[in-house]
């Protein structure tokens, strides 16, 4: 407890946010973790379509038949390829997916639904490159109203071999 009296630490339900890259898989041993130490919460895994890409895809759908209902089994093969395995059982494990600004979108997900916690992968780009065109992961550290884990994939170099070998 805090002097406010309020208790930190003890999450309901905790957001992973992934893009499918190397460093989102290493997070998610991260988002396993914590919903495995707080008993009794929601693991939530949230994917973002930019929505570039989905304009892109919109213009195919009426041409080649339903290409939403193809994206969404691609992806649900991947979530189930990848992630999936590797929720113990006792996790309850929801996936979500949105199209727009990633970083909107995971805001917003995570005022709407109650989210306690936040996990992302960080990319290791360059100074100039999120000055210019801002990062995801950096826009929602900024403005989340509930704290934030960024994993960045530098500290998976930081482990020793046998614990760096990730199940994802």
Not at 22 to 33: C, Q, S, T, W, Y
Request: glycine share 8%; with cysteine; hydrophobic share 45%.
């Amino acid at each position: 407890m805090n002097e406010s009296g309020m208790r930190h630490g003890h999450y309901r339900k905790i957001l992973f946010c992934t893009d499918f890259s190397a460093n989102a898989d290493f997070a998610f041993d991260f988002a396993v973790d914590a919903a495995i130490r707080n008993a009794g919460c929601t693991l939530c895994l949230l994917h973002v379509i930019p929505a570039p890409d989905a304009q892109f895809w919109k213009g195919y759908i009426y041409e080649v038949g339903d290409m939403d209902a193809k994206a969404r089994a691609d992806i649900d093969q991947t979530i189930n390829a990848r992630y999936r395995p590797h929720v113990p059982e006792g996790v309850t494990f929801e996936v979500e997916m949105r199209i727009g600004d990633a970083a909107r979108m995971i805001l917003d997900f995570a005022e709407q639904q109650g989210v306690d916690l936040i996990i992302l992968g960080r990319q290791g780009r360059g100074a100039i490159t999120q000055w210019l065109l801002g990062n995801v992961t950096g826009k929602v550290a900024r403005k989340a109203t509930c704290p934030v884990l960024v994993v960045p994939m530098a500290f998976k170099e930081k482990q020793p071999a046998a614990a760096a070998e990730s199940p994802v």
